[in-house]
């Protein structure tokens, strides 16, 4: 039972932008922050984005002012739209239920898959 469905990734060049989408099953989604997470190459998984039910952000460092996430309660649906990109956002992109301090909530998706070329 897939519960969580990443989408959007693709390969794209420095500087560029990318609008990825995870829908989320209702019972996910529903009451729960959720975040964008990213796996870049030798690196651990790492939480780059988050967003409450009332829709107050926060991100990392790393991606801050480049990168935005929003919610569509009525689709169950989050997005990432990442602009100003940079090789080493290059990784595999999953969203997951939960925040910073609470962690992944849910066993990962497939993930979707962002290259940036330099």
């Known amino acids: 039972q897939v519960q969580l469905a990443e989408s959007g990734g693709g390969v794209v060049q420095a500087g560029g932008s990318l609008r990825l989408s995870c829908e989320a099953s209702?019972?996910?989604?529903?009451?729960?922050?959720m975040g964008w997470h990213r796996q870049t190459l030798g690196k651990q998984r790492e939480l780059v984005a988050v967003?409450?039910?009332?829709?107050?952000?926060n991100y990392a460092g790393s991606v801050k002012c480049r990168f935005t996430i929003s919610r569509d309660n009525a689709k169950n649906t989050v997005y990432l739209q990442m602009d100003s990109l940079r090789p080493e956002d290059t990784g595999n992109y999953y969203c997951?239920?939960?925040?910073?301090?609470?962690?992944?909530?849910?066993?990962w998706g497939q993930g979707t898959q962002v290259t940036v070329s330099s």
């Open positions: 997951n239920a939960g925040g910073w301090i609470s962690g992944p909530l849910l066993p």
């Open positions: 209702f019972s996910i989604f529903s009451g729960n922050t």
């Open positions: 967003i409450s039910t009332g829709g107050i952000t």
